[in-house]
């Protein structure tokens, strides 16, 4: 069974996404070997696809947190890691490596290889030290979003797109399937720092995307998930979304 870039977008967008499109990863397989592993960056090619949020859920986080905003955000992430083992078995048919990255999943801070074994092989698995989660994705869906050019890597980090702004979520599908990538769209955050002034703990820097840049440099990645830690304690559910409600692309 054999498959071309029409067809799996068609299918992407069949299975419920609003936008897809396909990136080209090999510029960036030096970065996402440094940062995502090995395994990763042998893949040179990716589907990239995004889901909408509704905007009215997004804008109320303007004038205070609301519950409904985690139970849509929670929604859409269960769509993508649906659509993307729809399609990464579809590429899989048609004879190509494929591998979902999930919506939202954190990479352990320490190595797990032989873990299935040392738990099996322990005398009492309560002595060994449970694994702790780093604060970076197992993979990038912006770089793969970027890529595509489904938008830009906005200051708020988020992947800016013209219709929508950042009110979107992103999904990703890893394959060697040679399909030709997409444009890039160029950054057209200019001087705006909106997203960086609504932020309530000052995580976002204000700094404009640049690959030769630690993200550290752009966005305070411990502050903005200490606070999401204490809007948790407070509201019942870690929550903020300002960064992508005050954007002004796509309201």
């Not at 440094?34 to 303007?62: D, W």
């Not at 299935?116 to 780093?134: C, F, N, Q, S, W």
Request: glycine residues 8%; proline residues 6%; aromatic residues 10%.
């Amino acid at each position: 069974m054999s498959i071309v870039k029409e067809e799996i977008i068609a299918f992407v967008k069949a299975e419920g996404a609003d936008l897809c499109a396909v990136a080209g990863l090999s510029g960036e397989s030096s970065y996402i070997k440094k940062v995502y592993g090995e395994y990763f960056s042998s893949f040179p090619t990716a589907v990239s696809f995004a889901i909408f949020f509704p905007k009215e859920v997004v804008q109320e986080q303007l004038e205070a947190p609301t519950r409904n905003y985690i139970t849509v955000y929670s929604t859409i992430n269960r769509e993508i890691d649906r659509i993307s083992v729809m399609a990464a078995n579809r590429l899989q048919r048609a004879g190509f490596r494929s591998y979902p990255v999930p919506a939202s999943d954190y990479r352990p801070a320490a190595r797990t290889k032989g873990l299935h074994r040392i738990v099996a092989e322990a005398g009492d698995p309560a002595e060994l030290p449970k694994t702790e989660l780093g604060i970076i994705g197992v993979f990038s869906h912006r770089i793969a979003a970027a890529k595509a050019g489904l938008g830009w890597v906005g200051k708020s980090c988020s992947v800016i797109n013209p219709q929508v702004g950042p009110r979107m979520r992103l999904g990703t599908i890893l394959t060697d399937a040679p399909f030709a990538p997409d444009a890039e769209i160029p950054n057209r955050c200019g001087s705006c720092t909106k997203c960086r002034d609504a932020c309530p703990v000052g995580a976002l820097r204000g700094r404009a995307f640049s690959s030769s840049e630690e993200l550290s440099e752009r966005f305070d990645a411990d502050s903005c998930f200490h606070y999401w830690d204490d809007m948790e304690k407070v509201f019942g559910l870690g929550t903020c979304g300002l960064c992508l409600a005050a954007c002004p692309w796509g309201r």
